[in-house]
């Protein structure tokens, strides 16, 4: 009996850990720091800052289970899936990684080892097929001689992408950064199924599959192509679980291992689509993975960076449900078969289920809306069109403005016999394109990044002034020897109490001070294991050598402390109030103010605002310690500490407790009781996207500050309306309520105005081919009340056109309105356009009543005196 794909993942896992390796958990599908990147894309994205020697790990071997996402950017898979038997959207990667440890002859054992002994994966030998680097001697022979494999079975690949180094055997993280020859083994389905070797003219056929790929980080690639050679060299292999699931369980195609047929039976069941072989059931299955996943890791749908690739993916499945009859909302309803078939790899996403699944559902229901209005759109201009097909502009704006797909656009035309100009959209998506990659903050140089080899030690958490050592000095990026007066500069010391930016407090501030020399430090932020002072030297030099006294701006860094301790006790209180769900998406905390992002699928109540406020200054009152500890992660999570979104913990953390109510990963600095806080106020509640709320709050002195604030403002109130603040809100409900009573009367005096301008109006209207047709420009009328206007003079003429016009304030309000009788002849949207555009406006509306604005007054007369001869030649 074959393996379940959670049996495969979970055995290439312990492999590796009996190889010395350390099982490392999948980093989230957003990057960490990694501006480079839209979505992980590969299990050694996590160890980016490893290879790159500006991180080091308590390990020099790891192994992963990597969950990826490509759907953005370079890595495109989304228009494939679902169409063929292998493209993915979301995918795990399996992978080992060697941190200049072993390099290419215990990879290639290793790879072996687990494809072909009887203990692991028992693939039979003469169905693997490896590919090397044309010029990689050292891997050809390791594969022939070490490993046996015939000659004819091992390939070599040259630069087949029509430049040096461009090869598919042949990888690089980027334009610049880590690179080298890498080795790919290929798995031979048999003869029964068309396709070539590697290399060959039928390579693309589905007989021979790549399962692994096996990299050897052997340079370091600069903006100029000078290749360098790395000091450590090292490995990173990839194995989609999904490919190597299908070769284990005997299948073709990935679509058809266990995972995803449970999957495409939990999508038919929420869809009612009896089809099995479907092709939109195999996109749905595929989508639910990373709109979970992502949603999960933080990512909400937006129109912009990875909420946009998001919510594209979302609407992509949704309208796949609707092309296999889904009438209902339905993708929410398979976040939970998604969470069982993942088995150990969903654990994090149960956790998260209630926000997952209200973010979609929230999403799929606005969809509908959007659907609703464009078809809205859509047949307002189909209506207008000229000849048998609708320009790409158009369909541009409908896919653009509404999420409409090009797609439905063309289906919709199709039953009315129409034709959509695609060549017009694709030029008008390309335009879209080339802005995005414009305006994109997505590539970087990883030549220009600040090496710092050395490595700075913290010593803030119970010091603000120390002396250190200057062990490294930058000027624009570049390293330098000395500095003077008046340079901007980086400043690396041995030691520092200056805190670097991390884990949502920002970086302190204060002076570094020598015998002649004073460095002004403006912020402090983390460069690998070097602690960066940034700042501008004010007086004399700096060498590196100098002794220099650091002393970190005291009360500045005593407000971020409080603000960085509430935060903490706002979080747990958050979920005691809201519920479980609850979890960090980001957060700021600096010396005035501290800002958290949460997930929650609705703007909280004023009461729940207020218990939460209430619940963290009981808690101040209690006058907690605040307790830190150095305990192995594993440790830590078995206590119920809870880690932050988007932190990278090492294998040792630094738990935080307050009492016995809060307890939290956390490398900040902190207030050493809870009662320092003194006070914790919110200032405001409000949403950043679907499914994330914000709240900002204010600690200590600020919180008093704003509470005086406040009160002096009721003084102030209650002297403006003549009351104490015993009877204030009496008084202000009163005064209220009378406004109100004006407005109503005034409102009944304009309706009554109205009513007498219709009726002297009418008598204005002249016959028309049997029709009445009144045209006026009002004065001193407010232009809301045209459409009143408008519909008594309906009322009294009975059968008729009606077009009105007023100026205010230099801008010109008009309306057409059309009885039905005459609208399948006249149509006051088409009226009303033709009037906008003469008067340097634009506006539309229904058959029977449409409305428009304009800035040129001074056309107004001309283009009403036209109306009579248009209206005439359409009766």
């Given amino acids: 009996m074959s393996k379940s794909t959670a049996e495969i993942r979970q055995a290439f896992l312990d492999f590796f850990n009996s190889k010395g390796h350390k099982v490392v958990t999948s980093s989230s599908l957003v990057p960490n720091n990694d501006p480079t990147l839209l979505f992980t894309n590969a299990g050694m994205n996590q160890f980016k800052d490893v290879f ?130 890498c080795s790919e083994i290929f798995y031979d389905h048999g003869d029964h199924i068309w396709g070539g070797p590697p290399g060959s003219p039928e390579e693309d056929g589905d007989r021979y599959i790549e399962i692994w790929n096996i990299v050897f980080m052997q340079f370091n690639r600069q903006a100029d192509g000078t290749m360098l050679p790395l000091p450590k060299p090292s490995v990173d292999t990839g194995m989609g679980l999904e490919r190597i699931s299908a070769v284990l369980q005997h299948v073709n195609s990935n679509y058809e291992i266990d995972l995803f047929q449970k999957l495409i039976q939990a999508v038919a069941k929420v869809t009612g689509a009896t089809d099995l072989n479907n092709k939109s059931l195999r996109v749905i299955a595929d989508h639910i993975r990373s709109c979970a996943f992502l949603i999960a890791d933080g990512v909400v749908p937006s129109n912009e960076n990875r909420g946009y690739v998001l919510r594209r993916i979302i609407r992509r499945a949704i309208r796949h449900g609707n092309m296999l009859g889904a009438k209902d909302a339905f993708f929410y309803k398979l976040v939970a078969p998604l969470i069982e078939v993942m088995g150990a790899a969903g654990e994090e996403l149960a956790r998260q289920q209630v926000q997952v699944e209200n973010i979609l559902k929230s999403e799929e229901e606005q969809f509908a809306k959007t659907l609703e209005r464009g078809l809205a759109l859509l047949d307002e201009e189909l209506t207008k069109l000229q000849g048998d097909t609708l320009d790409g502009e158009t369909v541009f704006r409908l896919y653009d403005t509404f999420g409409f797909p090009a797609d439905l656009t063309a289906d919709v035309c199709r039953e009315r016999d129409l034709k959509i100009d695609e060549a017009g959209f694709e030029k008008a998506m390309e335009q879209q394109r080339q802005r995005a990659r414009e305006a994109s903050g997505f590539g970087a140089d990883y030549s220009n990044v600040i090496r710092i080899d050395a490595a700075s030690s913290f010593k803030g958490y119970d010091q603000l002034d120390l002396n250190a050592t200057v062990k490294a000095l930058y000027v624009a990026g570049e390293a330098v020897d000395e500095i003077s007066a008046d340079q901007d500069a980086v400043v690396v010391l041995d030691v520092t109490p200056f805190y670097g930016e991390s884990g949502g407090q920002v970086g302190d501030t204060g002076l570094l001070k020598g015998k002649n020399a004073e460095f002004n430090v403006q912020d402090t932020q983390k460069y690998g294991q070097a602690i960066g002072h940034i700042g501008k030297l004010t007086t004399g030099q700096i060498r590196i050598g100098d002794r220099l006294e650091a002393e970190v701006d005291a009360a500045r860094r005593e407000r971020i402390r409080l603000n960085h301790s509430a935060t903490h006790l706002m979080h747990e209180a958050l979920r005691q109030v809201l519920g479980e769900h609850v979890a960090q998406k980001g957060s700021l905390v600096n010396d005035k103010y501290l800002r958290f992002d949460f997930s929650h699928f609705e703007a909280m109540k004023p009461e729940e605002i207020r218990r939460v406020e209430n619940i963290v200054n009981a808690q101040i009152r209690r006058n907690w310690p605040v307790e830190t500890e150095v305990m192995d992660l594993d440790v830590a999570k078995s206590r119920g500490a809870r880690a932050l979104f988007g932190e990278k ?86 005064l209220v309520d009378h406004v109100r009573a004006l407005e109503k009367e005034l409102q009944q005096l304009r309706d009554q105005q109205a009513a007498q301008e219709s009726a002297s109006l009418s008598s204005n ?27 008594d003079l309906k009322n009294q003429l009975g059968s008729a056109v009606i077009v009105l016009a007023t100026v205010a304030e230099g801008k010109v309000s008009l309306i057409a309105g059309v009885t039905k009788d005459l609208t399948d002849r006249v149509k006051a949207g088409e009226l009303i356009a033709e009037l906008a555009q003469q008067v340097g406006g634009k506006g539309g509306g229904r058959p029977d009543m449409a409305q428009a604005g304009g800035t040129d007054a001074g056309a107004l007369k001309s283009a009403l005196a036209g109306v009579e001869a248009w209206v005439s030649s359409r009766l």
């Fill in 649 to 734: 913990y090492d294998q040792r953390v630094r738990v935080l407790t307050m009492g016995d109510f809060s307890v939290e990963l956390c490398g900040g600095t902190h207030a050493a009781r809870t009662g320092d806080i003194g006070l914790f106020r919110i200032l405001a509640e409000s949403g950043t996207a679907a499914g994330v709320r914000r709240i900002e709050a204010i600690t200590g002195e600020a919180a008093l500050a704003q509470v005086n604030a406040q009160s002096s403002q009721l003084l102030d109130l209650a002297q403006l309306v003549k009351a104490n603040s015993s009877n204030l809100n009496d008084k202000v409900r009163g």
């Fill in 52 to 181: 790159l020697g500006q991180e080091k790990r308590d390990y020099s071997r790891a192994t992963t289970s990597q969950r990826c996402v490509r759907a953005g950017g370079k890595h495109n898979d989304l228009e494939n899936v679902g169409y063929t038997a292998r493209h993915h959207t979301f995918f795990e990667m399996l992978g080992n990684f060697s941190f200049g440890d072993y390099f290419k002859k215990e990879a290639i054992a290793f790879a072996w080892e687990l494809l072909t002994s009887e203990q692991w994966f028992k693939l039979p030998k003469e169905r693997l097929w490896v590919t090397v680097y044309e010029t990689d001697d050292e891997a050809y022979d390791i594969w022939a001689k070490d490993i046996g494999i015939p000659h004819e079975r091992i390939i070599r690949i040259g630069d087949n992408k029509g430049s040096a180094y461009a090869s598919d055997n042949f990888w690089q993280m980027g334009d610049t950064g880590p690179c080298g020859p």
């Fill in 765 to 791: 209207a002249r016959d028309v081919k049997g029709a009445k047709l009144l045209i006026s420009e009002m004065s001193n009328i407010e232009p809301k009340m045209l459409r009143t206007m408008v519909d």
